[in-house]
């Protein structure tokens, strides 16, 4: 599976964003999806999650009410919504795809990665 992650960019504290992720080269309803996130300095850390069958979801509680994680099958796509954003969001985020994942929030459950886009949060 190859990932294209797109529409970081800088925003103000309290703006809005939405990534979009655009998966190709296997059967994209196959696979669990998800956005990671790294911040400098920090460690790779699990944002949302979205189940490959069910569309079961799950959310970091430091973004809980604010993003909303989505999936669009025949678009091969996946998005994260970010709303009321926050400084502490700025990092750069990462799709990843893990085939017929319910749920993992750790890096090695899933077997592909983005590219990672640049979220910048300003105050």
């Known amino acids: 599976v190859q990932l294209q992650a797109f529409g970081g960019g800088l925003v103000q504290a309290g703006g809005s964003l939405r990534l979009s992720c655009a998966a190709s080269?296997?059967?994209?309803?196959?696979?669990?999806m998800g956005w990671f996130r790294q911040a400098p300095g920090k460690e790779r850390e699990s944002v949302a999650t979205?189940?490959?069958?069910?569309?079961?979801?799950y959310y970091a509680d430091s973004v809980k009410g604010r993003f909303t994680i989505s999936r669009d099958n025949a678009k091969n796509t996946v998005y994260l919504q970010m709303s009321n954003l926050k400084p502490e969001d700025t990092a750069v985020y990462y799709c990843?795809?893990?085939?017929?994942?319910?749920?993992?929030?750790?890096?090695?459950?899933?077997?592909?990665w983005g590219q990672g886009t640049l979220v910048t949060v300003s105050s």
């Open positions: 990843v795809a893990g085939l017929r994942v319910v749920r993992s929030t750790v890096p090695n459950g899933y077997d592909y």
């Open positions: 080269g296997r059967t994209f309803s196959n696979y669990g």
């Open positions: 979205i189940s490959w069958i069910g569309g079961t979801t």
